[in-house]
């Protein structure tokens, strides 16, 4: 199974996927040409704020099998055998709303489309075209910190694995290799203190107003 | 919105009780304010927040992965995480050096025009500190009139910012032992314009690649804001103003009045301001508010151009940095004046909601649909009074239903100019050594900086303020900080009654309250004029004292120069937000660590005010140690 995988700590939320994937699903796949186009692309992944000025950038998992898929009324959503992926036919659908609510990331949206009548559902096509030209997709192009990784899951997987039995046993050797710069553990250490100290979401017993308020709580957790 | 959705979003948001319901009214309202915004703005950039960014040239933009191990590591220019990190922190600095600096300017050109008798409205109103300010820079007073000896100063002013002289005459107020380190570490100040106009070259690609060198200068342009620009500033305006004596006043958004026609100062510079300030009391402007229903004028200051108001005149003040669209909210304000500097861009939307006119005065600072009349000395009075009648005939379409006035105004105490504070001690500051050298009073730190939304408003400077003063620790505040302080009731004498027991007799004896308010962010220049005067008295620099600043909830580019004076002049500084530096570790260990070998201070971060204050603590009592008091 080749899909993105996503390193949490890795991501600063400078949402350079976002602005990639835009532009790769305008028709000029161009920065500055993809503003005067109509509709504008929107991007089909989304880094979202989590506790303590941490982020999480959200797209379509490619799920097997998909609900999406499974729910669809019309089957216009459909597995690409040849890059295993989840694809969405947008002539065949109906903006229904099926697959949004099913979809377990909340990764689908609804756009107007060029020469269609009607909304459809859009989300990560996992840049199919990319991947048929033996490329990655654009939004792992373009993160710098990589954050996103594209690749075989158990390969990437095992090379997790590798580094945490060598950073346990260095650990327990008294030899103890950081994965985290310094600077970069002491910004978050100040990070999760501001989230506390005002309006920001923090981890620390604090009521989320925000959370409540966009109904974004628990119940997408327990999925 | 659900009611108690608002009501928790409110609690997050400030500790402010009088901004409370008017922030309650934006989110019912749709209003957008700053907390939205920052809201809409999530996520920030991390790039951006570690300083790793470098936007500066078309080679760009570059930015260095900060998990070492996989991404870019250097910009296209082969910059590498300190340089760029370096690079973004000198510009940050020196704009706010460049913001201070240039409001001296426009005070000290004032002053020319004054005596040139070219100025409408203006005089000079401080001889006193005319002639403290001649005889300290050299220039003759016996037998001459005012206006020369004036003009001689605003010219000699003037020529700081560009002198070839390779110095700046007010930085030789430091004591010796501080202007040495200085020299040894050679970041002298030459000239005002110079050190800014260096960095701004120093930041061009190819100009070094060394990061401590960029630093260093960085505190150098410091240093010309500190003891050249932002004193300037202050010096001049007391002279054409009046230096600030204790006096009382009122503060927070229930400053506004229902049954009179408002007007809020807004902005930095007190020049156009002072003239409104007498405009009001025109007997003609008077009149004509009652003729229009009004029971009279009322003038409320918000920001520093409020701070130099209450200070002065005691003038009422509004609020802080995050109460300027609230001001607006309570449909009350008939028109706002700006001049510049932390003048929010959406200042006009929020007053669009409302009756409210806009009015923007500075050439430099022109903001779409606001009313612009241009100030200039020249006709400064004319302008004012042109103002006032807008305000007053825009009263007139005010609508009762919209407004919402929210709270009683709390008392407080302003005007603690280096000058008063002597004067409150008996002509000279010997009280003050003693009750530091026998204890009583541990030390004292300058709280300054602004407010920034990502801090609940106000929480970070008044419980730090209120957790230095338990420990004996003297708070003395300009800026955002001091209104803080005044709208939580520390600026008063009473409030006294919240200090450590030495802090506390001290207070009682002489009537003050533990926190004093030295003035606008410009009169920073005041708390390096008492740190001299205190250093001097005990023949030691100002790094030898147990002093410390804090700016807790700061946000501003000013604030970053502030910081680094306050640091550069010997007076160890924590910061409740981090600065864009944490993407390089060798910055950050620079300026927490080893600038102490250079200027015998560093920074600190730390955004809880109670860990602030242990850190403040534990670096005042070191120094007591180092006296041997």
Known sequence: ?223 | MDKSLIKLKVEERTIDESAKPLLERTLEEGIETAWDRLEKQQPQCGFGQLGLCCNRCSMGPCRIDPFEKDGPKRGVCGADADLIVARNLLDDLVTGAAAHSDHGREVVETLLMTAEGKSQGYEILDKEKLYTVAKEIGITTEGRNDTDIAKDIALSFLEEYGTIKNSIDLSKRAPEPTQDKWAKAGILPRSVDREIVEAMHRIHMGVGADYANILLHGLRASLSDGWGGSMMATEVSDILFGTPEIKESWVNLGTLKEDMVNIVLHGHNPVLSEMVVKAVKEQEMVDLAKQKGAKGINLVGMCCTGNELLMRRGIPIAGNLLNQELALATGAVDVMIIDYQCIFPSITQVASCFHTKIVSTSEKSKVPGAVHMEFHPETAYDTAKNIVKLAIETYEQRNPDRVKIPAKPVKMMAGFSVEAIKKALGGTFQPLIDAIANGSIKGAVGMVGCNNPKIKQDYGHVTLGKELIKRNILVVETGCAAIASGKAGLLLPEAADLAGDGLKSVCHALGIPPVLHMGSCVDCSRILVLAAELAKALNVGIDQLPLAGAAPEWYSQKAVSIASYFVASGVYTVLGLPPKIFGSKNVIDLLTSGLNDVVGATYAVEPGPVAAADLIEKHIDSKRKDLGI
């Open chain 1, 1 to 223: 199974m080749k899909n993105v995988f996503i390193d949490l700590e890795k991501c600063i939320g400078c949402r350079h996927c976002e602005v990639a994937c835009a532009i790769e699903h305008s028709s000029g796949k161009e920065l500055f040409s993809m503003y005067f186009e109509v509709p504008r692309p929107q991007p089909r992944i989304s880094v979202k704020l989590g506790v303590d000025l941490m982020t999480f950038p959200n797209k379509c998992q490619h799920c097997d099998p998909a609900p999406c898929m499974e729910v669809c009324p019309v089957n216009a959503i459909f597995r690409d055998v040849k890059t295993d992926t989840v694809q969405v036919q947008e002539e065949r659908c109906i903006s229904c709303g099926m697959c949004a609510m099913v979809c377990p990331y909340g990764a689908i949206q609804y756009q107007v489309r060029p020469n269609l009548p009607n909304e459809v559902a859009y989300k990560c096509d996992s840049c199919i075209s990319r991947l048929e030209n033996g490329k990655e997709p654009a939004c792992v192009e373009a993160c710098v910190t990589n954050a996103l990784v594209f690749g075989e899951y158990n390969e990437i997987i095992a090379e997790k694995q590798r580094g945490i039995s060598l950073n346990l046993t260095r650990e327990i050797q008294g030899y103890k290799e950081e994965e985290m710069p310094e600077n970069i553990k002491a910004f978050r250490a100040l990070q999760r203190k501001v989230a506390q100290l005002g309006p920001l979401p923090s981890s620390q017993n604090k009521i989320n107003v925000n959370e409540k308020i966009k109904g974004a709580s628990k119940r997408w957790i327990s999925h």
